[in-house]
């Protein structure tokens, strides 16, 4: 099991107690859910103004399907979730999936607004990218939406550029698509 124990780097949550644990429990993948959850919660209403946009996306039958066989999409050697905690309170996720040989793809990123802006993001996203590297992966990839504007200045401070989409979203989805990739 992956557990990174920090102190959080802002002045106000001096003493916040973080860990970062790659889900092997029942509870972990609960919790991983969950915020999986508030995430397309979080997507229905900044996308609000494009109807269908997220459903098309996280189709409802296949996204509860999903999140009840979290533990066998994300299962190791070929994936991974990691689940971050704030003073024990579930605040953030984030996994990989392999796409071919070498390369592996970021999968359901996600912090509770609550727990942005304490680095934890660049932390999470620090701590999964070694976790990827160590399981063999050169390369990461990952597809995320135009209005993800503060997720996308992550992913270019870590190191990530844009590249083609490496998958085929419905043809009314593409404009809205980005794709990123970095070498590990």
């Not at 990174?4 to 790659?22: F, L």
Request: with cysteine.
């Amino acid at each position: 099991m992956l557990a990174q124990n920090e102190t959080a780097g802002s002045s106000s949550d001096a003493d916040a107690h973080i860990e970062i644990i790659e889900a092997s429990s029942e509870q972990h993948y609960r919790h991983a859910a969950q915020l999986i959850r508030e995430f397309v919660s979080w997507c229905h209403a900044r996308y609000a103004h494009r109807p269908g946009f997220v459903d098309s996306h996280f189709p409802k039958d296949d996204f509860e399907q999903e999140l009840q066989n979290l533990h066998n999409k994300f299962a190791p050697p070929n994936a991974t979730l990691l689940v971050a905690y704030v003073d024990g309170n579930a605040a953030g996720v984030v996994g990989y999936t392999k796409l071919n040989h070498d390369m592996c793809e970021m999968k359901r990123f996600y912090l509770a607004p609550k727990y942005q802006g304490l680095g934890l993001g660049r932390r999470l996203a620090s701590a999964l990218m070694s976790r990827a590297r160590e399981a063999g992966f050169k390369h990461m990839c990952l597809e995320t939406a135009d209005l993800h504007t503060e997720a996308q200045r992550l992913y270019r401070k870590l190191g990530f550029v844009r590249t083609e989409l490496f998958t085929r979203p419905p043809p009314e989805m593409r404009p809205f698509i980005l794709a990123y990739k970095r070498v590990l």
